[in-house]
Protein backbone atom coordinates (compact mmCIF):
# COMPACT_ATOMS: atom_id res chain seq x y z
CA UNK A 1 0.00 0.00 0.00
CA UNK A 2 1.26 3.43 -1.07
CA UNK A 3 1.67 5.96 1.53
CA UNK A 4 -2.14 7.48 2.02
CA UNK A 5 -2.59 11.56 1.61
CA UNK A 6 -6.55 11.53 2.36
CA UNK A 7 -8.22 11.88 5.92
CA UNK A 8 -6.82 9.88 8.79
CA UNK A 9 -8.45 7.04 9.55
CA UNK A 10 -9.08 6.49 13.64
CA UNK A 11 -8.25 2.78 15.17
CA UNK A 12 -11.49 2.63 16.42
CA UNK A 13 -13.26 2.86 12.99
CA UNK A 14 -11.04 -0.10 11.68
CA UNK A 15 -13.16 -2.05 14.69
CA UNK A 16 -16.61 -0.16 13.90
CA UNK A 17 -15.84 -0.97 9.77
CA UNK A 18 -14.95 -5.19 10.82
CA UNK A 19 -18.14 -5.57 13.30
CA UNK A 20 -20.48 -3.64 10.47
CA UNK A 21 -19.40 -1.97 7.44
CA UNK A 22 -22.66 -0.21 7.33
CA UNK A 23 -22.54 0.70 10.71
CA UNK A 24 -19.30 2.84 10.27
CA UNK A 25 -20.32 4.43 7.75
CA UNK A 26 -23.34 5.80 9.60
CA UNK A 27 -20.82 6.87 12.33
CA UNK A 28 -17.80 7.62 10.61
CA UNK A 29 -19.26 8.71 6.59
CA UNK A 30 -22.40 10.61 7.72
CA UNK A 31 -21.61 11.43 11.25
CA UNK A 32 -24.87 9.75 12.98
CA UNK A 33 -24.74 7.99 16.45
CA UNK A 34 -26.87 6.89 18.65
CA UNK A 35 -25.90 6.11 22.35
CA UNK A 36 -27.25 2.40 23.79
CA UNK A 37 -26.55 0.39 26.83
CA UNK A 38 -23.73 -1.24 24.71
CA UNK A 39 -22.14 1.66 23.67
CA UNK A 40 -22.06 3.66 27.25
CA UNK A 41 -20.73 -0.04 28.70
CA UNK A 42 -17.49 0.53 25.74
CA UNK A 43 -17.55 3.98 26.95
CA UNK A 44 -16.96 2.83 30.50
CA UNK A 45 -14.41 0.42 30.18
CA UNK A 46 -12.54 2.98 28.02
CA UNK A 47 -12.46 5.51 31.29
CA UNK A 48 -10.52 3.08 33.17
CA UNK A 49 -7.60 3.58 31.49
CA UNK A 50 -8.25 6.88 30.05
CA UNK A 51 -5.21 8.62 32.70
CA UNK A 52 -2.89 9.50 30.50
CA UNK A 53 -0.66 7.78 33.19
CA UNK A 54 3.28 6.51 33.47
CA UNK A 55 3.38 3.71 36.09
CA UNK A 56 6.21 1.05 36.48
CA UNK A 57 5.14 -2.28 37.43
CA UNK A 58 8.08 -4.64 38.28
CA UNK A 59 10.00 -3.61 35.68
CA UNK A 60 7.86 -2.76 32.83
CA UNK A 61 7.10 0.63 31.99
CA UNK A 62 2.88 1.29 31.49
CA UNK A 63 1.69 3.92 29.45
CA UNK A 64 -2.32 4.77 28.78
CA UNK A 65 -3.93 6.32 26.78
CA UNK A 66 -1.04 6.31 24.76
CA UNK A 67 -1.41 8.76 21.65
CA UNK A 68 -0.88 6.60 17.78
CA UNK A 69 -0.51 7.48 14.65
CA UNK A 70 0.46 5.98 11.31
CA UNK A 71 2.30 7.87 8.47
CA UNK A 72 2.20 4.83 5.97
CA UNK A 73 -1.33 3.77 6.26
CA UNK A 74 -2.88 7.20 7.31
CA UNK A 75 -3.79 6.29 11.17
CA UNK A 76 -4.60 8.21 14.03
CA UNK A 77 -5.97 7.35 17.59
CA UNK A 78 -4.62 6.00 21.01
CA UNK A 79 -3.90 3.07 22.59
CA UNK A 80 -5.78 2.30 26.09
CA UNK A 81 -2.31 0.80 27.39
CA UNK A 82 1.07 0.06 26.16
CA UNK A 83 3.49 -1.94 28.24
CA UNK A 84 7.02 -1.59 27.51
CA UNK A 85 8.80 -4.72 28.93
CA UNK A 86 12.91 -4.94 30.43
CA UNK A 87 13.65 -7.23 27.73
CA UNK A 88 12.33 -4.72 24.97
CA UNK A 89 9.00 -6.23 24.35
CA UNK A 90 6.29 -3.72 22.96
CA UNK A 91 3.20 -5.07 24.03
CA UNK A 92 -0.33 -3.30 23.56
CA UNK A 93 -3.56 -3.98 25.40
CA UNK A 94 -7.19 -3.03 24.24
CA UNK A 95 -9.47 -2.52 26.62
CA UNK A 96 -13.43 -4.36 26.05
CA UNK A 97 -16.05 -4.63 27.90
CA UNK A 98 -18.09 -8.02 28.56
CA UNK A 99 -16.48 -11.87 28.76
CA UNK A 100 -13.48 -13.43 27.52
CA UNK A 101 -14.38 -14.05 23.52
CA UNK A 102 -12.36 -14.51 20.40
CA UNK A 103 -13.98 -11.14 18.18
CA UNK A 104 -12.02 -10.95 14.80
CA UNK A 105 -12.88 -6.90 14.80
CA UNK A 106 -11.14 -6.68 18.12
CA UNK A 107 -8.02 -8.27 17.15
CA UNK A 108 -7.81 -5.59 13.96
CA UNK A 109 -7.75 -2.87 16.13
CA UNK A 110 -4.81 -4.47 18.18
CA UNK A 111 -3.36 -4.97 15.41
CA UNK A 112 -3.50 -1.55 13.66
CA UNK A 113 -2.28 0.07 17.21
CA UNK A 114 1.10 -2.60 16.53
CA UNK A 115 1.68 -1.47 13.41
CA UNK A 116 1.48 2.31 14.73
CA UNK A 117 3.89 1.34 16.99
CA UNK A 118 6.14 0.08 14.64
CA UNK A 119 5.97 3.04 12.79
CA UNK A 120 6.57 5.50 15.79
CA UNK A 121 9.58 3.32 17.91
CA UNK A 122 10.90 1.29 15.14
CA UNK A 123 10.84 -1.74 16.77
CA UNK A 124 8.75 -5.06 16.16
CA UNK A 125 5.34 -5.86 17.77
CA UNK A 126 4.80 -9.34 17.85
CA UNK A 127 1.93 -8.84 20.06
CA UNK A 128 -0.57 -7.76 22.32
CA UNK A 129 -4.19 -8.42 24.42
CA UNK A 130 -7.58 -7.83 24.83
CA UNK A 131 -8.50 -7.33 28.33
CA UNK A 132 -12.19 -8.21 29.00
CA UNK A 133 -13.25 -6.23 31.91
CA UNK A 134 -16.30 -8.11 33.11
CA UNK A 135 -14.26 -11.02 33.61
CA UNK A 136 -11.42 -9.30 34.36
CA UNK A 137 -9.43 -11.45 31.99
CA UNK A 138 -6.33 -10.99 29.04
CA UNK A 139 -6.62 -12.81 25.95
CA UNK A 140 -3.62 -12.85 24.10
CA UNK A 141 -3.27 -12.07 19.93
CA UNK A 142 -0.63 -12.81 17.77
CA UNK A 143 0.21 -10.02 15.24
CA UNK A 144 1.27 -12.76 12.25
CA UNK A 145 1.16 -11.95 8.73
CA UNK A 146 -2.52 -13.48 8.35
CA UNK A 147 -3.91 -10.84 10.51
CA UNK A 148 -1.69 -7.69 9.21
CA UNK A 149 -2.93 -8.51 5.74
CA UNK A 150 -6.23 -8.83 6.86
CA UNK A 151 -5.81 -5.38 8.43
CA UNK A 152 -4.38 -3.98 5.25
CA UNK A 153 -7.21 -4.91 3.07
CA UNK A 154 -9.70 -3.70 5.50
CA UNK A 155 -8.00 -0.04 5.31
CA UNK A 156 -8.04 -0.20 1.86
CA UNK A 157 -12.24 -1.90 1.90
CA UNK A 158 -12.70 1.21 4.04
CA UNK A 159 -10.90 3.81 1.40
CA UNK A 160 -12.77 2.60 -1.53
CA UNK A 161 -16.42 3.34 0.28
CA UNK A 162 -14.64 6.89 1.20
CA UNK A 163 -13.82 7.94 -2.17
CA UNK A 164 -17.29 7.04 -3.14
CA UNK A 165 -19.38 8.29 -0.48
CA UNK A 166 -21.17 5.53 -0.69
CA UNK A 167 -22.86 3.30 2.09
CA UNK A 168 -22.26 -0.38 2.32
CA UNK A 169 -25.59 -2.81 2.14
CA UNK A 170 -27.88 -3.90 4.96
CA UNK A 171 -26.68 -7.03 6.50
CA UNK A 172 -30.12 -7.90 8.81
CA UNK A 173 -28.80 -9.91 11.05
CA UNK A 174 -28.47 -10.72 14.93
CA UNK A 175 -26.12 -7.95 15.44
CA UNK A 176 -28.93 -5.02 14.27
CA UNK A 177 -30.46 -6.38 17.68
CA UNK A 178 -27.39 -4.78 19.73
CA UNK A 179 -26.56 -1.99 17.35
CA UNK A 180 -27.67 1.52 18.94
CA UNK A 181 -27.90 2.88 14.86
CA UNK A 182 -31.05 0.00 13.98
CA UNK A 183 -33.73 3.07 14.03
CA UNK A 184 -31.49 5.09 11.38
CA UNK A 185 -30.38 2.22 9.67
CA UNK A 186 -33.85 0.76 9.31
CA UNK A 187 -32.50 -2.80 8.33
CA UNK A 188 -35.53 -4.92 7.73
CA UNK A 189 -37.70 -2.05 5.82
CA UNK A 190 -33.68 -1.39 3.72
CA UNK A 191 -33.86 -5.45 2.97
CA UNK A 192 -37.72 -5.94 2.02
CA UNK A 193 -37.11 -2.79 -0.53
CA UNK A 194 -33.84 -4.17 -2.22
CA UNK A 195 -35.66 -7.56 -2.54
CA UNK A 196 -39.02 -6.02 -3.94
CA UNK A 197 -39.36 -4.96 -6.98
CA UNK A 198 -39.42 -1.27 -7.50
CA UNK A 199 -41.90 -1.29 -10.14
CA UNK A 200 -44.33 -2.88 -8.18
CA UNK A 201 -44.08 0.16 -5.79
CA UNK A 202 -46.22 2.29 -8.57
CA UNK A 203 -48.44 -0.36 -9.46
CA UNK A 204 -52.33 0.79 -8.84
CA UNK A 205 -54.82 -1.95 -8.92
CA UNK A 206 -57.58 -1.42 -11.35
CA UNK A 207 -60.86 -0.65 -9.96
Request: aromatic share 6%; charged share 30%.
Amino acid sequence: MSRDTSEPIFLSAIEHYSYCPRQWALIHLEQQFVENVHTMRGNAAHRLVDDHSIKQDKGTRVERSLPLYSIKYNLVGKADVVEFHADGKIYPVEYKHGRKRAKKHDELQLAAQAICLEEMLGKPVLSGAIYHVTSRRRREVLIDDTLRKHLIKTIEDMRKYEATSTLPPVVNDDRCKECSLVDICQPSVMNSCRHENISDLFTVEDE
